[in-house]
């Protein structure tokens, strides 16, 4: 089902927020405390996005590898600090290929996005939502996973100048109707802000120390963790969040 995470806030050290928590990324890479599918672990691979000193344009580090035997990302990890980051461990759906390319964060210009779930019926139950992208875009897609097209579907609504927040909720509503039962917590950033579904799985967000933090589980025993409820649309900047129903009525839109 995969984790992901991601920070707004004062810079820090990836180390801090992705690896040194007593129920970090690193730990529910390998021992998850809510797996809601077949997997038990979170093996298949790993990445981080982060934005260097304000940069529009964030650098990423992505590897096909359990986050725990990389020593190189362990060493970097400590030097590497950032005021917006995003970073996902990947438990590959079954008959999706363990490849690099297929782990989050995806990227293109100044976002970055991650996908924990799954789409039900896949292949089959996008075929319609599919055909709204141009061929190049499918051609050109990071990996032949439900993650990549997720992917290319809210970029498209980015590009043509959508907010995060609509280009998210209006995805997922899609995503929904056309394969019902699907779980789609979606994450996207662009450095300044995030917006993140909850949907058939669970998420956690934390505002405190002028910074905010989303999780797939609360990575310690803070107080100020609160749930997303299910079935909502989160948006968030480093000291503000505002938590809604994703509206139904955006499954029509083309």
Same mark, same amino acid.
């Given at each position: 089902?995969?984790?992901? /995470? #991601?920070?707004?806030? *004062?810079?820090? !050290? %990836?180390? @801090? $927020? ?6 970090? &990324? =690193? ?101 319609? /939502? #599919?055909?709204?992208? *141009?061929?190049? !875009? %499918?051609? @050109? $897609? ?6 990549? &097209? =997720? ?104």
């Amino acid at each position: 089902m995969c984790r992901h /995470l #991601a920070y707004l806030g *004062p810079p820090c !050290d %990836l180390a @801090t $927020l992705l690896l040194e928590p007593p129920h970090s &990324l =690193l730990r529910q890479s390998y021992a998850p405390a809510d797996m809601r599918c077949d997997g038990v672990v979170n093996a298949d691979g790993f990445g981080a996005g982060w934005y260097h000193d304000g940069a529009a344009t964030p650098i990423r580090y992505r590897r096909a590898i359990p986050i725990w035997t990389d020593t190189s990302f362990a060493a970097l990890a400590g030097a590497v600090r950032s005021s917006a980051v995003l970073a996902a461990v990947r438990s590959a759906t079954v008959g999706m290929p363990v490849t690099e390319t297929a782990c989050a964060p995806f990227t293109t210009g100044r976002w970055l996005f991650s996908h924990n779930g799954m789409v039900t019926g896949w292949p089959d139950s996008m075929a319609t /939502l #599919a055909r709204q992208l *141009p061929v190049t !875009d %499918l051609l @050109t $897609l990071d990996a032949p996973t439900d993650s990549a &097209l =997720l992917w290319a579907l809210v970029r498209r609504r980015l590009v043509a100048g959508e907010s995060l927040g609509r280009a998210l909720g209006t995805v997922t509503a899609q995503v929904l109707a056309a394969a019902p039962g699907s779980r789609l917590n979606l994450l996207v950033t662009d450095g300044s802000m995030f917006a993140a579904t909850a949907v058939h799985h669970a998420l956690a967000v934390r505002v405190a120390d002028g910074g905010v933090q989303v999780c797939s589980e609360p990575t310690s025993h803070c107080a100020g963790w609160e749930p997303v409820p299910d079935c909502h649309l989160l948006t968030a900047t480093p000291t503000t969040v505002d938590v809604a129903p994703i509206p139904a009525t955006t499954a029509e839109e083309p």
